[in-house]
T-cell receptor, first 112, second 113 residues
Framework: SQQGEEDPQALSIQEGENATMNCSYK?????LQWYRQNSGRGLVHLIL?????REKHSGRLRVTLDTSKKSSSLLITASRAADTASYFC????????????FGRGTSLIVHP | DAGVTQSPTHLIKTRGQHVTLRCSPI?????VSWYQQVLGQGPQFIFQ???????GRGNFPDRFSARQFPNYSSELNVNALLLGDSALYLC????????????FGPGTRLTVT
């Protein structure tokens, strides 16, 4: 079963616009990670946010975590065509192993 | 430093056959995890090994097995292949077993006909 579920399933925007993706999960977590995947290749780690953190930034990426709502969001500002990819959230269930459980992903298309 | 490497890149097998996939972690990383990613889905955890011991196992049948060698490289074996085993198999390494970023390899695309 999928612990994390991304929303929307697909997102199409123009270059320069911001892209927001959301992730909801079911059980308490130790941390949440966002990954990017290009065309069915290996995953690239973007950001790890721990359960006691509320916001993290990395370049054009901003991740928020709301543990009371069991949700996280990934914001990509000033998107570029090269940001076209699938984005996944992965959670480590608190009290269990630290094996990340992935959602089905959000497919982002950025039109030049 | 080289990233995580996997071999082969692509593989076509017939139902009932056996397959071995290989993974070399980043130098210094002692943990290797295996994932199966079916088209249109997120990666599903299969195994994690740390210091040559199995530390986690996902919900996969006994046809799936793995091992980690003294140099921390790893093999994933799948017996009696089914059509449903067709997927991208991803290997990821990390320096420790818990709570750290995982570094993924490019994957092995397995097609079962």
């Amino acid at each position: 079963s999928q612990q994390g579920e991304e929303d929307p399933q697909a997102l199409s925007i123009q270059e320069g616009e911001n892209a927001t993706m959301n992730c909801s999960y079911k059980t308490s977590i130790n941390n949440l990670q966002w990954y990017r995947q290009n065309s069915g290749r290996g995953l690239v780690h973007l950001i790890l946010i721990r359960s006691n953190e509320r916001e993290k930034h990395s370049g054009r990426l901003r991740v928020t975590l709301d543990t009371s709502k069991k949700s996280s969001s990934l914001l990509i500002t000033a998107s570029r065509a090269a940001d076209t990819a699938s984005y996944f959230c992965a959670t480590d269930a608190a009290g269990g192993s630290y094996i990340p459980t992935f959602g089905r992903g959000t497919s982002l298309i950025v039109h030049p | 430093d080289a990233g995580v490497t996997q071999s082969p890149t692509h593989l076509i097998k017939t139902r009932g056959q056996h397959v071995t996939l290989r993974c070399s972690p980043i130098s210094g990383h002692k943990s290797v995890s295996w994932y199966q990613q079916v088209l249109g889905q997120g990666p599903q955890f299969i195994f994690q090994y740390y210091e040559k011991e199995e530390r986690g196992r996902g919900n996969f049948p006994d046809r799936f097995s793995a091992r980690q060698f003294p140099n921390y490289s790893s093999e994933l074996n799948v017996n009696a292949l089914l059509l449903g085993d067709s997927a991208l198999y991803l290997c990821a390494s990390s320096p420790v077993v818990q709570g750290s970023q995982q570094y993924f390899g490019p994957g092995t695309r397995l097609t079962v006909t």
